[in-house]
């Protein structure tokens, strides 16, 4: 069992930073890759990034270039820190913890997080 608490999100100005944290309980959080997904109003939820438990790490193209996913294991915690934020990167953004690795299926993530809203101002 993983339990999930994401933090960092808020309101910035277009072109602007934030670093989203996701702080994780469990013992067998190293075990499992890690990911970020959003879900914009009116759209499903889409995968951004993931990292394996030995730090490798996935993009989809829609964020590529602007975000970069770390974690940390001795802490139980996944950052995702976003550059050059777009108002269309407005969003719920979801950390979440995958049964299977290197995936970016919504379906083999077991454990969510309850969402940290992102607001990109233009």
């Known amino acids: 069992q993983v339990h999930l608490v994401e933090s960092g999100g808020g309101l910035v100005q277009a072109g602007g930073s934030l670093r989203l944290s996701c702080a994780a309980s469990?013992?067998?959080?190293?075990?499992?890759?890690m990911g970020w997904f959003r879900q914009a109003p009116g759209k499903e939820r889409e995968f951004v990034a993931g990292?394996?438990?030995?730090?490798?790490?996935y993009y989809a193209n829609s964020m590529k270039g602007r975000i970069t996913i770390s974690r940390d294991n001795a802490k139980n915690t996944v950052y995702l820190q976003m550059n050059s934020l777009k108002p269309e990167d407005t969003a719920v953004y979801y950390c979440?913890?995958?049964?299977?690795?290197?995936?970016?299926?919504?379906?083999?993530?077991?454990?969510w997080g309850q969402g940290t809203q992102v607001i990109a101002s233009s």
């Open positions: 979440a913890a995958s049964q299977r690795p290197n995936s970016s299926l919504l379906s083999e993530y077991k454990y």
């Open positions: 990292i394996s438990w030995s730090g490798g790490t």
């Open positions: 469990g013992r067998t959080f190293s075990r499992h890759d």
